[in-house]
C-alpha cells in the first residue's frame, strides 16, 4: 500500500489561475517532505524541501505547506504558466536508515491550457 | 541543473538481447540510485550504491544488475531483456549533505521498450 497519497490525479486549469494540489503520508517516522516537478520525458526536479519544523516553503510561485500532525501537505501554484504543465511528485523521507528511504507518490498530472 | 546524464534516452530491442544503461554524474556525488517508473506510477527504488564498489538491491525486486567502479558510473545491465522490462530507468544521485537536506538529482531516463 502506498504510504503517500496525491490529489486529485489530474488537473487542467487556465493558464494564470491559481491551483493547489494535495498530498497525504501515513510515512512513520518522518523526516522531511519534497515537492518534485516532473516534465514529460525528462527526470523529477526538487521544487522544495520542509523538515518537520517548517510549515511553509516557497519557491518563486510554488508555495508549499505542511502540517505534520495531520500529514497532509500541499503545493500551491500562482498565476500558472503554459510551463507548468507537469507532474507534481510528493516524496517523504523517514529516518529509518542511513539512506532515509524515500515514499514517492504518483503525481498529479497537471495541464495548463492557454 | 544537475549535472547527471542518461544514455540512450530511448531504446527498442528484442526480446533476449543483452542491454546496458549507462548513468554518469560530474557532481562528485557518492550516493547513486535506479528507479523503475512506468506511466502513471510512482518511482520504484532498484537498485543504490553507498560509494565506489558499494551496490545494493532496492524495493522493487529486479533482475538487472549494476556495478560502480567510478564514482561518477553507475551502469545497470539486463542480461536478458524481456518485454516486462519495458518502463522509464531514472538514475540520480545525491551528496552527503545533512540527511534531512539531503536531495537527489535525476537524470533525463531512459524509456526501454522490450518487443
Known amino acids: 500500500k502506498n504510504q503517500v497519497e496525491q490529489s486529485p490525479q489530474s488537473l487542467i486549469i487556465l493558464e494564470g489561475k491559481n491551483c493547489t494540489l494535495q498530498?497525504?503520508?501515513?510515512?512513520?517516522?518522518?523526516?522531511?517532505l519534497r515537492w518534485y516537478k516532473q516534465d514529460t520525458g525528462r527526470g523529477p526536479v526538487s521544487l522544495t524541501i520542509?523538515?518537520?519544523?517548517?510549515n511553509t516553503k516557497s519557491n518563486g510561485r510554488y508555495t508549499a505547506t505542511l502540517d505534520a500532525d495531520t500529514k497532509q501537505s500541499s503545493l500551491h501554484i500562482t498565476a500558472s504558466q503554459l510551463s507548468d504543465s507537469a507532474s507534481y511528485i510528493c516524496?517523504?523521507?523517514?529516518?529509518?536508515?542511513?539512506?532515509?528511504?524515500?515514499?514517492f507518490g504518483r503525481g498529479t498530472q497537471l495541464t495548463v491550457w492557454p | 541543473e544537475a549535472d547527471i546524464y542518461q544514455t540512450p534516452r530511448y531504446l527498442v530491442i528484442g526480446t533476449g538481447k543483452k542491454i546496458t544503461l549507462e548513468c554518469s554524474q560530474t557532481?562528485?556525488?557518492?550516493?547513486m540510485y535506479w528507479y523503475q517508473q512506468d506511466p502513471g506510477m510512482e518511482l520504484h527504488l532498484i537498485h543504490y550504491?553507498?560509494?565506489?564498489?558499494?551496490?545494493e538491491k532496492g524495493d522493487l525486486s529486479s533482475e538487472s544488475t549494476v556495478s560502480r567502479i567510478r564514482t561518477e558510473h553507475f551502469p545497470l545491465t539486463l542480461e536478458s531483456a524481456r518485454p516486462s522490462h519495458t518502463s522509464q530507468y531514472l538514475c540520480?544521485?545525491?551528496?552527503?549533505?545533512?540527511?534531512?537536506?539531503?536531495?537527489?538529482?535525476f537524470g533525463p531516463g531512459t524509456r526501454l521498450l522490450v518487443l
Open positions: 550504491s553507498y560509494g565506489v564498489n558499494s551496490t
Open positions: 516524496v517523504v523521507s523517514d529516518r529509518g536508515s542511513t539512506l532515509g528511504r524515500l515514499y
Open positions: 498530498c497525504n503520508y501515513t510515512v512513520s517516522p518522518f523526516s522531511n
Open positions: 520542509m523538515t518537520f519544523s517548517e
Open positions: 540520480a544521485s545525491s551528496d552527503r549533505g545533512v540527511q534531512d537536506q539531503e536531495t537527489q538529482y
Open positions: 557532481m562528485g556525488h557518492d550516493k
